[in-house]
Nanobody, 123 residues
């Protein structure tokens, strides 16, 4: 089972930027599609962005398209989520996971989640 550790969250003002990292701590995830999800208080976990195994294919939720970008460095076993023009509605706990495909319909391959990293955007 792959072990993933999210980091980079924090408090930022609306309009600001933040870069999240998802690092492997165990089996490598190179060769697998990866995705970011988020969960706000009182809401279900939702898809944010996905990236294919080679980094060429990407997809985003409509709510973040044009503002967020996703990338990966397989040599470092790390996936990144660059978040720009942040809005208060982006406030949530962000998770990464191995997924079935690099599309907005991506689903986790494993029923295992890390601790996530908290992103809080103030107005």
């Amino acid at each position: 089972q792959v072990q993933l550790v999210e980091s980079g969250g924090g408090l930022v003002q609306a309009g600001g930027s933040l870069r999240l990292s998802c690092a492997e701590s165990g089996r490598t995830f190179s060769g697998y599609a990866m995705a970011w999800f988020r969960q706000a208080p009182g809401k279900e976990r939702e898809f944010v962005a996905a990236i294919g195994w080679s980094g060429g294919r990407t997809d985003f939720a409509d709510s973040v398209r044009g503002r967020f970008s996703i990338s990966r460095d397989n040599a470092k076993n790390t996936v990144y989520l660059q978040m720009n023009s942040l809005k208060p509605e982006d406030t949530a706990l962000y998770y990464c996971n191995v997924v079935t495909s690099a599309t907005k319909s991506a689903r986790p391959l494993f029923n295992s989640w890390g601790q996530g990293t908290q992103v809080t955007v103030s107005s």
